[in-house]
């Protein structure tokens, strides 16, 4: 839900993705609000699971509230909902600015646009550096690659895009800047390992990824092996 709000607040992503169609990222506007809508009502809909601060709830409300005005009403009844025409608009920049104050909130870090806020405290940074371990954790076996790529279970290019991309806009962050999130020189090495299996791959692949037959490829045997590695000296750190 959170990467999702980063979207929405990071304008830079908006005219890469959405407007000029670059990649590796394939997303688009429509994605961005059905995916919005879907993974909010579950996380409000379920305080059991998902046990929100009293300001973090009333932040989602809020950006929920601003951002379905800004669909229903728009900037007039001939109003196109295409970001190239609504992208610089008072209206889209309040939906913006409302997402960056969410993520502030919930003290998230993701995308390049805020891994590098000193204002967020060592603990915070460990809690990132968990999350992204945790995504890695999903390509470790392939059993889980087989599960989470099945056709009957998600779209599976959707599925590896995300995995990746999230990788991608991460990654180097921690790289660079091992010091400020307490990453040592093995957990370096493996991540720049898992890196470069990773990298070739979507090279080589250009993501065309058969969830029935990848799993038992030479490939997803490497991307495993390599992810199992990170877990291990993370988990031995």
């Known amino acids: 839900m959170l990467y999702i709000i980063e979207c929405l607040a990071n304008q830079d992503y908006q005219r890469r993705v959405w407007i000029e169609g670059k990649g590796p990222e394939v997303d688009s506007f429509d994605d961005t609000i059905c995916n919005y809508a879907n993974f909010v009502d579950v996380v409000l809909n379920n305080p059991s699971l998902y046990p929100l601060t009293e300001a973090q709830e009333s932040a989602l409300r809020s950006l929920t509230a601003i951002f379905e005005d800004f669909y229903e009403n728009g900037l007039g009844n001939c109003y196109i909902y295409q970001p190239q025409y609504f992208i610089n608009s008072t209206e889209w920049r309040k939906v913006s600015e409302e997402a960056t104050r969410v993520l502030?909130?919930?003290g998230y870090l993701a995308g390049y646009r805020y891994i590098h806020c000193r204002e967020y405290s060592f603990e915070v940074k460990k809690q990132l550096l968990k999350s992204f371990i945790d995504a890695i954790a999903c390509l470790a076996t392939?059993?889980?690659n087989a599960k989470i790529w099945d056709k009957e279970e998600r779209y599976e290019e959707d599925n590896f895009r995300f995995i990746y991309s999230l990788f991608q806009a991460e990654?180097?962050?921690?790289l660079d800047n091992p010091q400020e999130f307490g990453i040592d020189f093995k957990q370096i090495e493996k991540l720049k390992k898992l890196k470069d299996v990773l990298y070739s791959f979507a090279r080589s692949s250009d993501f065309k990824v058969d969830p029935e037959t990848f799993v038992h490829t030479v490939e997803s045997k490497m991307i495993a092996a390599?992810?199992?590695e990170v877990m291990e000296v993370f988990k031995k750190g």
């Open 104 to 106: 502030k909130v919930f």
């Open 142 to 144: 392939t059993d889980t």
């Open 171 to 174: 990654i180097d962050t921690y």
């Open 226 to 228: 390599a992810a199992r």
